[in-house]
């Protein structure tokens, strides 16, 4: 039998242990800056739609688009052009991302130039439901397909059957270098082949999170990339330390084929060696829009950089804001 001291002293020691603290929330520090948010004084854009795009590359389906249109908008100077995959995601008024309030406030500073956004949603049957902010309609549309697959499909359904839908209704420049396209996740790879497909189309790609994995054979970019010619686009990547790392149920069974961190600085480091115009953020998120919604007016920004610039000190329209285009 141990002493009565001693059983006194060990229960004392185990009564003044701390509880297990939880785990910290990874995505806790990344919050929507001012200009994701609407501002006061600055002109704000309209959202169209939503309007339907029947396809015939993927048979039976349809796609559903809106689109933006800044204040600034004037149909006789050709726009340029940013198209969000998961659109209904990217424009969410209580989302993660808000691309519209950030849009509004970078064309009224001259930070962007007058662009059309539009909100494309995946693919998807009429008897499907529309993707929302918790169903982005992997298991409800064709979302998988489209945006998973490398191949150039999807880069189709924009190219040959978007773009000449919105040419109808808006004077939307020619020049590739004026037009952009992003995503997250799966929207993000998609991103990313429309630009790699048909780099005489799109020349900018903003990547989230992007799925540069082993879901459908998304992980050959690197190597595509270091194979192949140069192309002239130009790359925003960013995503998390805590992402989805490709292990399996209980941290078994690792896949680097499967672990989005490591996928995406795989790509970064590729298109890096292969001297493209790449930039990336790495936070400690997880897989989501948290931290891309934080960064996302500076990597419009950056894939916006290089637009005309005076530097005429009597220049007043270069040194003022974009006010509101006058309609006639």
């Known amino acids: 039998m141990k002493p009565i001291a001693v059983l006194f002293a060990a229960t004392a020691i185990f009564a003044q242990t701390p509880p297990a603290q939880p785990a910290p929330n990874m995505n806790a520090q990344y919050r929507?800056?001012?200009?994701?948010?609407?501002?006061?004084?600055?002109?704000?854009?309209?959202?169209r739609g939503p309007f339907t795009l029947p396809s015939k590359i993927y048979v039976g389906?349809?796609?559903?688009?809106?689109?933006?249109?800044?204040?600034?908008?004037?149909?006789?100077?050709?726009?340029?052009?940013m198209i969000y995959n998961d659109g209904q995601a990217f424009m969410h008024a209580e989302g993660d991302i808000r691309a519209q309030n950030v849009m509004d406030n970078l064309i009224y500073r001259r930070e962007i130039p007058v662009m059309i956004g539009v909100f494309i949603n995946p693919g998807r049957t009429p008897e499907q439901p529309e993707p929302n902010p918790k169903e982005w309609g992997d298991r409800t549309t064709n979302r998988p397909t489209e945006y998973n697959t490398p191949d150039d499909k999807y880069a189709r359904v924009i190219t040959e059957e978007l773009m000449p839908a919105l040419n109808k209704d808006y004077n939307i420049s020619k020049d590739p270098e004026q037009h952009g396209?992003?995503?997250?996740?799966?929207?993000?790879?998609?991103?990313?082949?429309?630009?790699?497909?048909?780099?005489?189309?799109?020349?900018?790609?903003l990547s989230n999170v992007g799925s540069f994995v082993n879901l459908r054979g998304g992980h050959i970019f690197p190597e595509r990339v270091l194979e192949s010619p140069k192309k002239p686009i130009r790359v925003f990547l960013c995503d998390g330390r805590?992402?989805?790392?490709?292990?399996?149920?209980g941290g078994s069974g690792y896949d680097e084929k499967r672990d989005w961190f490591y996928q995406n600085v795989r790509l970064m480091k590729a298109l890096t060696q292969k001297g493209y115009d790449v930039n990336y953020s790495w936070g400690v998120n997880l897989?989501?829009?948290?931290?891309?919604?934080?960064?996302?007016?500076?990597?419009?920004?950056?894939?916006?950089?290089?637009?005309?610039?005076?530097?005429?000190?009597?220049?007043?329209?270069?040194?003022?804001?974009?006010?509101?285009?006058k309609r006639e």
């Open 242 to 249: 805590n992402d989805n790392r490709g292990q399996g149920r």
């Open 287 to 325: 897989h989501g829009q948290k931290f891309g919604g934080a960064i996302m007016p500076e990597m419009m920004r950056w894939l916006w950089r290089d637009g005309p610039v005076s530097t005429d000190p009597t220049d007043v329209v270069e040194r003022g804001f974009r006010p509101a285009a």
């Open 32 to 47: 929507l800056g001012p200009d994701s948010m609407p501002q006061e004084g600055v002109p704000k854009g309209e959202i």
């Open 61 to 81: 389906t349809q796609h559903t688009y809106w689109v933006y249109v800044p204040a600034q908008y004037d149909p006789k100077i050709p726009a340029s052009l």
């Open 181 to 205: 396209i992003g995503g997250s996740s799966s929207g993000a790879i998609a991103a990313f082949i429309v630009a790699w497909e048909r780099p005489n189309d799109f020349r900018k790609v």
